[in-house]
């Protein structure tokens, strides 16, 4: 009896031992599961830092966007001016004078072109037109 008792104990004490050494590894698991819980809320809490960041360079990009749009906008006034009055200087001289040479038709040529990109219209498109019609001679 005394034999199958210690056999019976041992047995048991062998189970309990089992038991223990997987509530161990369990037990390991869940500090485990605890760390990476905590790394994973500090990274949740990282990239909130970086996505209200981005939010932040956004809107300021959005503003130098629109001042630089602004920018443009002006630029582009000052240089259809300058244009137009430049046009409007020399296709009246050359009018004056008469006649065009083959320099005058590709020089205001290319400077009508940029101001009607420009948007440029009206009492210059006329002047040109004048130009264009006039007698072509070469000096």
Do not use: H, P, W
């Amino acid at each position: 009896m005394q034999t199958a008792s210690k056999k019976a104990t041992d047995e048991l004490s062998e189970k309990v031992n089992k038991i223990q050494l997987k509530v161990d590894e369990i037990t390991e698991i869940g500090k485990k599961n605890n760390s990476d819980i905590k790394l994973l809320n500090s990274d949740i809490s990282n990239l909130k830092n970086d996505v209200s960041n981005l939010n932040k360079d956004i809107k300021n990009l959005k503003s130098d966007v629109k001042q630089l749009n602004n920018d443009v906008v002006v630029v582009g006034g000052g240089i259809l001016e300058t244009e137009r009055y430049r046009l409007e200087v020399d296709l009246t001289a050359i009018i004056k004078r008469g006649y065009r040479t083959s320099a005058d038709t590709r020089r205001i040529t290319a400077l009508y072109k940029s101001y009607q990109s420009l948007g440029g219209n009206g009492y210059i498109e006329d002047l040109f037109n004048q130009f264009m019609k006039l007698e072509l001679r070469e000096m």
